[in-house]
């Protein structure tokens, strides 16, 4: 069995798209990455519910903050997901063992992060211009079914 694929979110704000990207994990078999400081509690029954009886099968790890996880990090193993760039990740070459990061819902990922590593960011493109962004869950499991697709595991 190849590594792992690995969804990082960065300080999630919505109960709901984290239990479902938790339940994404699940069924693919890759790990959950959350930086705290967190929106809620993982307590949250929102959260709960969006997983439902599949808590036990997802792999959860928590990190303190962002550049704790990011020191732990292989840069070339980094995958950065923001609506500023026009990089669509169908670009992206993904391999076993990456990490796919996602920052906040309302703000995204921090300007200081997408300007040191402009050239490992992607999007997700749109063609309407009135639409700011897709939902976090969506976005997930948008790109990490691409990574599968490219790596021939779903």
């Not at 994990?25 to 809620?40: I, K, M, R, W």
């Not at 792999?59 to 669509?88: C, G, M, N, V």
């Amino acid at each position: 069995m190849p590594q792992p694929f690995n969804i990082v979110l960065v300080e999630p704000e919505i109960p709901p798209n984290t239990g479902s990207i938790a339940r994404l994990c699940g069924a693919t078999d890759s790990h959950l990455h959350l930086v705290h400081p967190l929106g809620f509690s993982t307590d949250d029954r929102h959260l709960k519910r969006a997983g439902l009886d599949y808590w036990p099968y997802v792999t959860i790890r928590h990190w303190p903050d962002f550049d704790t996880f990011l020191a732990a990090q292989e840069e070339y193993s980094l995958y950065f997901f923001t609506t500023k760039t026009k990089k669509s990740y169908t670009q992206a070459s993904f391999k076993p063992g990456d990490f796919l990061i996602f920052g906040r819902e309302t703000k995204g990922l921090a300007e200081e992060t997408l300007d040191l590593y402009a050239d490992r960011c992607y999007t997700l493109p749109m063609s309407n211009p009135h639409i700011r962004s897709l939902n976090l869950a969506m976005s997930a499991g948008i790109v990490l079914y691409e990574a599968l697709r490219q790596n021939q595991i779903a």
